[in-house]
């Protein structure tokens, strides 16, 4: 069979816990909770099943968690979707982010990218026929940037779409108000569509402002929002998610979904929409995290790995320039192998090969999971 994608592989995340689980190694690779969720939203969720709320639900998403997705976007972004028209729940953002590439995207046209760049988005790209043009963050001693003229070069007459993330996920950076004004300088008066990856909207530090592009009017206008509630509510694994933009590109997104999935389970949807009525589970996540954060920033503090800075995600990167010259893959598999921690190489978001020597830990962790991670990083 001649491969739609014949530069892939196996994910780097799942590469990386397979070997974590052989060598019996930390697992700080693959982004996810090694703690319980909520016992009320499993409650909440089991309730729905015993209901019988067993049966496909509409192909846009249970009513009732759109509605309740709509009024948290509006307190808390203040934009008002139709949740009849501008929210389609989605099997996690993996998905979405497929099915927004799919709907919108020709074969030839031009797609932006941002690199490190998340690794499902550039053969979504491809699988559209599309053509991803890359753009390279910069690093400076306030952390990574993007340069925007660096990405207004990049445009050109066939550009669809410009993918951003933020908070972004390898390097914890985070989009400010003059990000937005630029990217929104950049798609004036041209018909470029955005789509915009903010699954860790709620992961933000310092007291640092989530800047979604459901913020800025004249963004949201040409813009696929993409979140998940794996992350938000600590269940990666229930593959959960939601998409919002204007009914016009809505509908098309509704086109390839209904035959890409159709749907999602539907005593998890209502189980969430249950569980939403509290805000307090996604106000309270950035104190939850922070402290996890700064619990593992401050042990890293004492061994010889860098920390490079970072304002959102659960994931802290780390220049292991002191301590090994080892490409960044081959790095990860001797933390895995020899020390007993594993990392995810931030090569595996870059699309040339390029080594900075730079790793990513995920510290979405028990504190006795990071603190057991510590002591054996403090040995190298
Ligand atoms: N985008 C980014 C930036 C992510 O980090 C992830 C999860 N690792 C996803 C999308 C996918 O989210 P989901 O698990 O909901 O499909
Ligand atoms: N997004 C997660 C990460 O960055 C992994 C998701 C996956 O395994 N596909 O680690």
């Not at 709509?70 to 989605?90: R, S």
């Not at 307090?280 to 490079?308: C, E, H, I, N, V």
């Not at 081959?330 to 931030?346: C, D, H, K, N, Y």
Request: with cysteine.
């Amino acid at each position: 069979l001649a491969s739609r994608l014949p530069n892939v592989g196996t994910t780097i995340f799942t590469v990386m816990s397979a070997l974590a689980a052989e060598k019996g190694a930390v697992n700080l690779g693959q982004g996810f909770p090694d703690f319980e969720c909520d016992p009320a939203l499993v409650d909440a969720v089991g309730a729905a099943m015993r209901e019988g709320l067993n049966q496909y639900p509409p192909m846009t998403g249970v009513p009732a968690l759109r509605e309740a997705i709509a009024a948290k976007i509006n307190t808390l972004y203040g934009h008002a979707y139709d949740p009849a028209a501008e929210i389609t729940i989605t099997a996690g953002a993996t998905q979405a982010l497929l099915t927004a590439i799919l709907c919108s995207v020709h074969p030839g046209d031009e797609v932006v990218v941002i690199e490190p760049v998340y690794d499902s988005y550039v053969p979504a790209i491809e699988l559209a026929g599309g053509k991803p043009v890359f753009v390279q963050m910069e690093v400076g001693a306030q952390g990574y940037s993007v340069p925007w003229d660096k990405v207004q070069a990049a445009v050109s007459p066939k550009t669809r779409l410009i993918m951003i993330n933020s908070p972004h996920n390898p390097t914890g950076s985070i989009l400010r108000p003059a990000d937005m004004q630029a990217l929104a300088a950049i798609v004036r008066g041209t018909d470029i569509l955005i789509v915009s990856d903010e699954v860790y909207e709620h992961m933000v530090y310092d007291g640092v402002r989530h800047e979604s592009v459901s913020r800025y009017p004249e963004l949201a206008a040409r813009a696929f929002v993409v979140s998940s509630f794996g992350k938000t509510y600590h269940v990666t694994g229930w593959k959960i998610g939601y998409v919002a933009a204007p009914a016009p590109l809505m509908a098309e997104f509704r086109k390839v979904h209904q035959f890409n999935v159709f749907t999602v389970n539907t005593p998890v949807q209502h189980g969430i929409a249950r569980y939403m009525a509290d805000p307090a589970p996604y106000l309270d996540l950035p104190a939850f995290y922070q402290r996890k954060r700064d619990l593992f920033r401050d042990g890293l503090r004492s061994t010889r790995l860098r920390l490079l800075p970072g304002d959102g995600t659960y994931f802290q990167c780390v220049d292991y320039s002191a301590v090994s010259s080892l490409p960044e893959a081959e790095f990860a598999t001797w933390l895995t192998t020899e020390i007993g921690v594993a990392a995810i190489p931030v090569s595996a978001f870059y699309n040339q090969p390029r080594e900075s020597g730079i790793v990513r830990f995920c510290f979405a962790k028990k504190d006795e999971t990071l603190r057991t991670a510590l002591e054996r990083l403090a040995k190298i």
